[in-house]
């Protein structure tokens, strides 16, 4: 199994696209009535489990107009079946011919509609005596930033949102969004109200992994209501999980060396940035693959030697920057044909000789044999930036690993453009470049020019600290050296260098996690990628 084909293990969906798939599903002989019943289902059992269980524990369902209100209706009348005492709160009255509203109320289920509640004053008693609340306000269909929330929903929202910070506070259950968030850019309207849990019909919706969204989701429980498993066979985007990023994983024979596990090269480093060289060349290493060659200005390779692990490619320099004369030299270096993976960038400052030395890189990278990806990282991404159709000039597949600001030089947008539609971009400057995407930031993106995409739901600040990026970088170079694909190696990468960031802050915090800290939690979390292993006496050698 591989990362380039099928349905993604965690399949993510736009708004429209889960629209698609509804269709299918009652083209295929699911009534919408059904997957309504199904969604419903899994809500009520999840708000039974978050109510601990038990008979008689007071739920509340915010119930809205449309179907995600539907869906809480439906919740409300399983819930009173199986012995809750369940309120469903309307923000206002159901039509007449509703079935699911018109099930609510022949199976006697207490309900207040707010505008019949003066002051809200029987809301903040429900509220009060509840021991979780279901938001079913809003779903996908609603557009905050177009139309910000307002009214009685402004005011029900309100006062959920004071009780979830109550002490103790409300646990909250989102049904398939939070209420304000955008189902396709994670965007949050201002009253929005992070949920505990968030129960997601059938595949996760984009903007629950995409800031802000991401940090309002709480725990995402995916639920099947009844689409077809074919209709989604087509869906090009994913989160990021672990069963994915492990089967691209190229396997270790016992009686491999140095060079069945492959060689990467890596341009690196300056006078000014020395540190980068050294935690992408440590986290290279720590991949897997065979042998790391660091390629530095040779002035500073005895900053470099504290790492005994790497082999060294000293280059010619000018006040400890590279040049257009060291790209000629590590040209010839790669000459040699080991190298299967070359990164280009950690540290290498922006420089005039810097610029010489990427450009001379382009130039010259069709004539070496061996080069199957390269990973442009750093500096390497803002000389990228100013060289028209620098894409056409090589064939070795590329990777291209920008923060939000050097996306906004490669696609010609500002930062804020670039937030704001974070996966649409990274596939659009996947696309014109014919590049894997790596977007970093809170929900990373990787993208891939034919379209497919992983989202990571990682967001932690253990991840804002200078040099993490050349880790990430190292890791995307390491794997590719190995055999993956640039898309599965960038896709291995994110889940280890975010397993290796959840390690070290559990143990020093968020805020004192280095890029240091990350290399040396990389064995761990290198080891959590690889299949199981048997560990039984009896099935040792010798036992």
Known sequence: ???????????????????????????????????????????????????????????????????????????????????????????????????????????????????????????????????????????????????????????????????????????????????????????????????????????????????????????????????????????????????EARAALPERPADGHKGTFGAVMIAAGSRRFPGAARLSAEAAARSGCGLVTLAAPASIQALLSAFPDTTHEPLPDLHGAHTPEGARVLLQALQGGRARALLVGPGLGLSDGTRGFVQHLLAGLDAVEGIQTVVFDADALTVLAGEAGWHTRFRAERVLTPHPGEMASLAGRSVEAVQAARLSTALEVAAATSSVVVLKGAGTVIAAPDGRARISDAATSA???????????????????????????????????????????????????????????????????????ATDRDERPGM
């Open 1 to 243: 199994m591989s990362l380039t084909a099928g349905r993604p293990a965690a399949a993510l969906v736009t708004s429209a696209q889960m629209r698609e798939l509804e269709a299918a599903a009652v083209a295929a002989g699911v009534s919408e009535r059904e997957l309504m019943a199904n969604a419903g289902l899994a809500v009520a059992q999840e708000a039974w489990m978050t109510a601990g269980g038990q008979d008689e524990r007071p739920i509340l369902i915010l119930v809205g107009p449309g179907k995600n209100g539907g869906d809480g209706l439906v919740a409300a009348t399983r819930l009173l079946e199986w012995g809750a005492t369940v309120h469903a709160y309307l923000l206002q009255e159901r039509p007449a011919d509703d079935v699911e509203w018109r099930a609510c109320l022949d199976a006697g289920v207490p309900h207040t509609v707010a505008t019949e509640d003066a002051q809200f004053a029987a809301l903040e008693e429900l509220l009060t005596d509840a021991v979780v609340a279901v938001d079913a306000i809003f779903g996908t269909g609603l557009k905050p930033k177009e139309r910000p929330i307002d009214g009685v929903a402004a005011q029900v929202l309100a006062r959920l949102q004071a009780a979830h910070v109550a002490m103790p506070p409300l646990p909250v259950l989102a049904v398939d969004l939070p209420s304000g968030v955008d189902a396709d850019t994670g965007f949050a309207d201002p009253l929005t109200v992070a949920a505990d849990e968030t129960v997601t019909f059938e595949c996760v919706k984009l903007g629950l992994v995409t800031a802000p969204g991401v940090l309002f989701a709480g725990r995402v429980v995916p639920v099947e209501i009844g689409i077809p498993a074919e209709a989604g066979a087509r869906l090009a985007l994913g989160r990021l999980v672990l069963r």
């Open 463 to 533: 991840l804002a600290h200078a040099g993490t990026g050349d880790v990430l970088a190292g890791l995307i170079a390491g794997f590719a050296a190995q055999g993956m694909t640039g898309f599965e190696a960038a896709c291995a990468a994110v889940w280890v260098q975010a397993e290796a960031a959840r390690q070290v802050s559990s143990v020093y915090g968020e805020a004192s996690t280095l890029a240091s800290d990350l290399v040396r939690a990389l064995p761990e979390a290198r080891k959590a990628l690889e299949p199981p292993r």
